[in-house]
């Protein structure tokens, strides 16, 4: 049996968004800053959709049957007898952390130097949820590879990347044509200066 994230799954998911940005509304926070934390929070909900989903439960099978599939070669992606498959797997697991990587410094202040650190953190996290789904659910459906938490850090590097891009273009944009920003564009403004300092 599957289960998969449901609308009900969703609807959690956005009430505890919600919740956390009603207390960050009360701690003093810009609107800006929450609309940021906002979109930030819908990602991570597909995030997880896409990472935990579907849950198998496969009935009573024993323990000492249960073998995990993990992969701690990095570059090893099996036979790849299916190029689609592979090709997929690689371009699916970069594109999948990209937005992290753009999107994470409206949220928090960063520096370059601890962003690899970061980006690296990420990919091994989303693969350790993984592992623990199979080991809780006993459960092989999801491999665990090394070749994903090195994919998943490059999504968010390559996302960081775009993110400095951006802040660039915008502050020079600004600056051509000497506009005077305001509300939500303000915030954008700081977020791009201040990664222009780090």
């Given at each position: 049996?599957?289960?998969?994230?449901?609308?009900?799954?969703?609807?959690?998911?956005i009430a505890a968004l919600l919740a956390l940005l009603i207390i960050l509304w009360w701690?003093?926070?810009?609107?800006?800053?929450?609309?940021?934390?906002?979109?930030?929070?819908?990602?991570?909900?597909y995030l997880l959709s896409v990472i935990v989903f579907p849950l198998p439960i496969f009935g009573n099978q024993g323990y000492a049957a249960f073998k995990p599939r993990i992969n701690?070669?990095?570059?090893?992606?099996?036979?790849?007898?299916?190029?689609?498959l592979c090709i997929r797997e690689i371009v699916?697991?970069?594109?999948?952390?990209i937005p992290f990587g753009f999107g994470i410094s409206f949220i928090i202040k960063n520096k370059v130097r601890r962003?690899?650190?970061?980006?690296?953190?990420?990919?091994?996290?989303l693969e350790m949820i993984q592992l623990v789904i199979s080991f809780v659910f006993k459960t092989a459906f999801r491999a665990i590879d090394i070749n994903d938490v090195l994919l998943n850090a490059t999504g968010v590097l390559l996302g960081y990347g775009l993110f400095k891009i951006f802040a660039i273009a915008y502050l020079k944009t600004q600056e051509t044509l000497n506009m005077n920003f305001?509300?939500?564009?303000?915030?954008?403004?700081?977020?791009?200066?201040?990664?222009?300092?780090?």
């Open positions: 049996m599957m289960i998969d994230f449901t609308l009900r799954d969703l609807l959690i998911g701690q003093g926070r810009a609107l800006a800053y929450l609309f940021f934390v906002l979109l930030f929070g819908v990602y991570l909900l701690l070669i990095p570059f090893y992606f099996g036979s790849c007898e299916m190029l689609n699916g697991n970069t594109l999948l952390t962003f690899f650190w970061l980006a690296f953190a990420v990919g091994l996290v305001k509300g939500i564009f303000v915030y954008i403004e700081e977020v791009a200066r201040r990664s222009q300092a780090t």
